[in-house]
T-cell receptor
Framework: EAQVTQNPRYLITVTGKKLTVTCSQN?????MSWYRQDPGLGLRQIYY???????DKGDVPEGYKVSRKEKRNFPLILESPSPNQTSLYFC?????????????FGPGTRLTVT | AQSVTQLGSHVSVSEGALVLLRCNYS??????LFWYVQYPNQGLQLLLK??????LVKGINGFEAEFKKSETSFHLTKPSAHMSDAAEYFC?????????????FGTGTKLQVIP
């Protein structure tokens, strides 16, 4: 089954404790992206990747890191989480980053930072 | 810079009534436009997309949207609402920005269907 998977689905952590949210897709998509969803703000892009070893900042990259060493995986790293990073996070992928292709979304990771 | 405006964060309709969710965009070049739906505790999934072919786009579950360049709109409609349509709907625009295709999402509209 074609899908985007994220782990964990739920995470509660404390300020400053490094964490990684994994994202994997099995569709051989070139483009992958991370979003955060907050009430009233919709989805805001954190980072994106056009292909392996090619990543760039989205609209809200502060406090986050990413890497794209393999085509299928695109982990999101929070080196020192803070309470303002409490949010619902989505990973997405599309065939290419040329705009006309729809994105496929993972189920989401709900992160709480206390 | 591109932007998307969804009018109405919450919309309520009676079962069987017309669904109309509004989306206006701004873009300096012809964009690609998308509607996604998010059911509770799930990720987003594509309803339909406009990629410069026919201006009236049909999607899944009986939804359709019409691209109106003169009005910079891409409103989503469905003739008859079902209870299963209760969800949050997001409009998105994709256009060139700084050498890549930037996707911008609207803030979403929650659709409530009243029996």
């Amino acid at each position: 089954e074609a899908q985007v998977t994220q782990n964990p689905r739920y995470l509660i952590t404390v300020t400053g404790k490094k964490l990684t949210v994994t994202c994997s897709q099995n569709m051989n998509h070139e483009y992958m992206s991370w979003y955060r969803q907050d009430p009233g703000l919709g989805l805001r892009q954190i980072y994106y990747s056009m292909n392996v070893e090619v990543t760039d900042k989205g609209d809200v990259p502060e406090g986050y890191k990413v890497s794209r060493k393999e085509k299928r995986n695109f982990p999101l790293i929070l080196e020192s989480p803070s309470p303002n990073q409490t949010s619902l996070y989505f990973c997405a992928s599309s065939l290419r980053g040329t705009g006309e292709y729809e994105q496929y979304f993972g189920p989401g990771t709900r992160l709480t930072v206390t | 810079a591109q932007s998307v405006t969804q009018l109405g964060s919450h919309v309520s309709v009676s079962e069987g009534a017309l669904v109309l969710l509004r989306c206006n965009y701004s873009s300096s070049v012809p964009p690609y436009l998308f509607w996604y739906v998010q059911y509770p505790n799930q990720g987003l999934q594509l309803l339909l997309k406009y990629t410069s072919a026919a201006t009236l786009v049909k999607g899944i579950n009986g939804f359709e949207a019409e691209f109106k360049k003169s009005e910079t709109s891409f409103h989503l409609t469905k003739p008859s609402a079902h209870m299963s349509d209760a969800a949050e709907y997001f409009c998105a625009v994709s256009a060139p920005s700084g050498g890549y295709q930037k996707v911008t999402f609207g803030t979403g509209t929650k659709l409530q269907v009243i029996p």
